[in-house]
């Protein structure tokens, strides 16, 4: 009976950490995508690739969290954890999550080597594009994210 708390005990310290990771790394992410989206038509491109770089890295860091740690930690909850409601509001709308993934992983590619003169002229509304569908991944992670929450809350009470 102990060792079932202690797991629990376990998990229920993992998925909150898990979470924080996941807000952590794609406040970074949106703090980069800023910092593009404000950048003039004249920048030159070697800062703009340089800041190009790193957020795409930030960005693919992001996107692996989701589906790679904190889904499948929910996934690993046994089927009488707190969390179970949280994994099965994940199971419904992972496949619309990974539908943005598709769109961040387009853009990473078109991205990826040297940023020439009429690439840094599409970068603005690539962006848009991709910020759209940044805005529909958060709102549906959000939802898990307040639902581990609530889950951990009342089970730390």
Partial sequence: M???LIADSTHSKALP?????LLTVR???LVLYHKLAVLKPSTPAGPAQHLLQRFRQTLMD??????????????????DSPYRPARDLARRLYARIARTTQTALA???RYD???????????NQDLSRLGESLA????????????VRHQSATFAA
């Fill in 62 to 79: 992001y996107l692996a969290l989701g589906p790679f740690e904190v889904y499948q930690a929910l996934e690993d909850q046994p089927a």
């Fill in 2 to 4: 102990n060792t079932a």
């Fill in 107 to 109: 853009f990473h590619d």
């Fill in 113 to 123: 080597g040297e940023l020439s003169d009429p690439a840094l002229a599409d970068l």
């Fill in 27 to 29: 406040q970074e992410s």
């Fill in 136 to 147: 529909t991944r958060i709102e549906l992670e959000d939802r898990i994210v307040a639902a």
């Fill in 17 to 21: 950490d898990l979470v924080a990771k």
